[in-house]
Each structure stands twice: as C-alpha cells, then as structure tokens.
C-alpha cells in the first residue's frame, strides 16, 4: 500500500458495533484517517468541527436520526460530502436522505468494494471543483461554483455542489439530451454501476424547484421523453 501525502479523513456515524469496527478497518487499511462515533448528537457534534474530508452517517441512529443530522449539517455546510448508509429497501429514507442533501446513499450489506468506489467517487468531486470554479454566464444566469450560488437577474439560489455540477454539465452539451446514465457517469463519476437511474430524477427535482419558476413546467431543464434532459438558455 502506498502512503498518501495527505490522508483523506472520514467520520464514520454508526451505532453498530460490528459495521462501525468493520468499516473503520477497511478505511484504516486504505490509508484514511478515521474517527467513529455510535449516536447522532456526538456525530453531529464531530460532522460541524468541519475536520472531515467525507461524512458516511447510518440512518438509524440513538439520539438523533442519520436523516436530521444531515439535515442540520446542511444549514451549515452546504458543501461537506455526506453518504448515508441505509438499511436495505428503506426506499423513503433514501429519498428523504438525497433531499435532505446527501452527496449519496449506500445500502447494507454491501461489498468493500463497492463502499470504496463511491466514498473516492465523491471524494474526487472536491478538488475538480477547486480546480474548475470559473464562473459561467449562461442566458440570464450566472452560475458561481466556487460560492455555490446561481444569480438569476436579481436573485441569488444557493445550490448544492452536485446541483452546480448537474448544471454544468447540461451546460456543456447543449445542443443534446443528456441520459440519466450519462450524468451518473459524467457527473456521479459511476463508471460501471448499475445504479438507479433514480438519484438523478431525485436531485433533479430538487434542482428543479430552485431554479424554474414553475418547476410542474420546466423552461429551463427540459425533460426529453425517452432520452434525457436538455438545458435550454434562458434570455438575458
Ligand atoms: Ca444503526
């Protein structure tokens, strides 16, 4: 195993016993550095020291659920990297989890591999964005990555970083519908996943609502029937 410059740290949230140690094991094997704590108020408490390169908080929790404390990570960090980690077919969770603003979920048991693939697919996510905050006109709006914030003539909508990233990468390709599982790939950074195409439909949604003025008739992400969504410019 190769040293890493810089260890990636992750707060693992998790009440049992067994997973907390098996994953703190795994993360500790690949070179991460790793905290752990079993209830949702001391992994709060740890989630705002802002310390945390990647959050994976379990659902059910003792004192404070999975699902509220994301929420109240969110009122203050928009940008922490959060995956939840949920109980097989608890499919109201995991919606409520990604609209609560969640990066991603993952669902017990899963493989180690799997675990991996998507804690460094989010993790990869962070420095792109460093890398690439230009600011992008685009019709009447002007999309901030760096600050999380899209300007629509004289209002300011606060996004989330997949948000921004979602918006970028309709931007880029315009003059085509863009596929669910493009924007898993392009955006998720899924290679070869069979994920639902679902996630997408859900942040979009959320995206949606922030960014349409009605978001029941989308004028700016145009869903094409069969085959994707398109980004239309508005006028300036
Ligand atoms: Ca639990």
Redesign the pocket.
């Known amino acids: 195993m190769s040293q890493q410059e810089t260890k990636n740290s992750i707060l693992i949230v998790?009440?049992?016993e067994s997973i907390q140690k098996g994953l703190c094991d795994v993360f500790i094997y690949h070179g991460y550095e790793v905290k752990a704590t079993s209830d949702g108020a001391s992994g709060l408490k740890e989630a705002l020291t802002g310390k945390y390169d990647l959050i994976l908080l379990?659902i059910?929790?003792p004192e404070m659920n999975g699902l509220t404390v994301c929420n109240e990570i969110r009122k203050k960090d928009r940008s922490q990297p959060i995956i939840l980690l949920t109980a097989k077919g608890d499919e109201e969770d995991i919606i409520e989890g990604l609209k609560q603003g969640a990066d991603d979920y993952i669902s017990k048991p899963f493989s180690v591999r799997e675990l991996l693939a998507r804690v460094e697919s989010v993790l990869r996510r962070s420095p792109k964005l460093l890398n690439n905050a230009e600011k992008i006109n685009w019709g009447s709006l002007m999309i901030d990555p760096q600050n999380l914030v899209v300007h629509c003539n004289d209002e300011k909508i606060e996004l989330t970083r997949r948000e921004i990233d979602i918006l970028r990468y309709l931007i880029k390709n315009p003059q085509r519908p863009v596929t669910r599982q493009e924007l898993l790939k392009e955006v998720w950074g899924y290679g070869n996943t069979q994920m639902e195409t679902r996630t997408v439909d859900i942040h979009m949604a959320k995206l949606r609502r922030k960014i349409e003025s009605d978001p029941q008739q989308p004028k700016l992400i145009l869903t094409i029937r069969g085959e994707g969504y398109r980004i239309e410019k508005p006028n300036a």
């Open positions: 998790e009440d049992e379990d059910m929790l």
